[in-house]
């Protein structure tokens, strides 16, 4: 009898489930083409699940600063480390039993509405075995962040945009971010139908482009603004109504 209850409890540890271990986890989220998105464009939206129950084990924002200038647009090889303390960021402590498939959905940026968009990315998580080192879990968030305004004088319309990175980095003429290499264009269209359209130019700085355009003679209309960067690819996109 002694014999079977020590051979059940023995049974019974090895089956039981393994107590959850914390597991700190840093994520940052970088704008393409440049710096981290923090506090200055209102910081990334973070929610962590498990793949597996879709339950969600964290939700958070990135916050801090946009990172070192230097060196993150110097930086070189296929993954270098980029992030300094001050580099905004979500950490979070899991208690997790075991290795868990790990769903990170980001979006952003919270402070620029017109152009907030998500992304995703996966990875296993081991109990105890941070991902801390280097970059932390790194997610690149494309896209420009694109604030329209526009005032109608006659049958034309003053379209002006701030065009900025996600991360809130400035278009300059001379900077890191030159003007020259942004393609800026107003367009109206009437449900699938494009009316009309025109290119805007870089007006001011930083990230200021401004254009007319004639309007529609009837009907309702909207105005998308576009912006790409004709050396990276990197684009955004943005909606205005006219009244």
């Known amino acids: 009898m002694l014999k079977s209850t020590v051979a059940c409890i023995a049974w019974l540890l090895m089956v039981a489930p393994a107590a959850a271990e914390p597991t700190q986890i840093v994520v940052r989220v970088i704008s393409q083409d440049g ?11 973070i929610t962590l699940r498990e ?26 090889r296929r993954s270098p480390s980029i992030a ?13 039993g075991e290795p868990t498939l790990v769903d990170l959905e980001v979006e952003g940026p919270i402070g620029r509405p017109r152009s907030r968009i998500s992304v995703r990315s996966q ?5 105890g075995v941070p991902v801390t080192a280097g970059n932390g879990w790194l997610v690149e968030l494309p896209g420009l962040a694109i604030t329209p305004t526009i005032s ?4 034309s319309v003053l379209i002006t945009a701030k065009v900025e990175l996600m991360c809130g980095c400035p278009i300059t003429p001379d900077g890191p971010w030159p003007s020259a290499d942004y393609a800026v264009t107003a ?13 805007l ?11 007319r355009i004639a309007l529609p003679r009837a009907g309702k209309a909207k105005i998308y603004v576009n912006a790409v960067n004709g050396r990276t690819g990197n684009s955004g996109l943005a909606t205005v109504r006219l009244p």
């Open 84 to 96: 300094l303390a001050d580099a905004a960021s979500y950490k979070v402590t899991l208690d997790l």
């Open 187 to 199: 367009s109206i269209w009437s449900g699938r139908h494009e009316l009309a359209s025109a290119p």
């Open 123 to 127: 990875r296993w998580i081991v109990p």
């Open 152 to 155: 109608t004088q006659g049958r």
């Open 51 to 76: 793949v597996k129950s879709g339950r969600v084990l964290a939700r958070g924002v990135t916050r801090g600063g946009t990172g070192d200038t230097e060196r993150i647009m110097e930086a070189s």
């Open 201 to 211: 130019a870089f007006t001011a700085a930083p990230g200021t482009f401004s254009g």
């Open 35 to 45: 710096k981290f998105v923090g506090d200055h464009t209102g910081g990334a939206s």
